[in-house]
């Protein structure tokens, strides 16, 4: 081979190795943008069941009270009415 020729041949694996590297570090970049994206949805929506969850339970705990406070009794009494004697 004649001495430009080798040459080139040494300038294009040099390009091709600098080439290679760039593709992995991209490659490695997205990879972990990547996960960190599928972790940041995954916290975004751990946040939003815990707050819903949160959101349901205290409206569970308040529930009984209220139903409480509007139940009637189950047998109204009449003004002026006996219990019957049985």
């Known amino acids: 081979m004649s001495d430009k020729l080798r040459r080139l041949v040494d300038v294009l694996q040099g390009e091709l190795t600098v080439r290679e590297i760039g593709r992995k570090i991209t490659s490695d970049t997205e990879q972990r943008l ?12 751990a946040k939003t069941i815990q707050k819903s969850s949160a959101r349901k339970a205290t409206t569970t705990a308040r529930w009984p009270s209220c139903v409480a406070a509007s139940r009637r009794p189950a047998s109204p009494r009449r003004r002026g009415a006996r219990p019957s004697a049985s």
């Open 34 to 45: 990547s996960k960190k994206q599928r972790e940041f949805i995954l916290r975004e929506q």
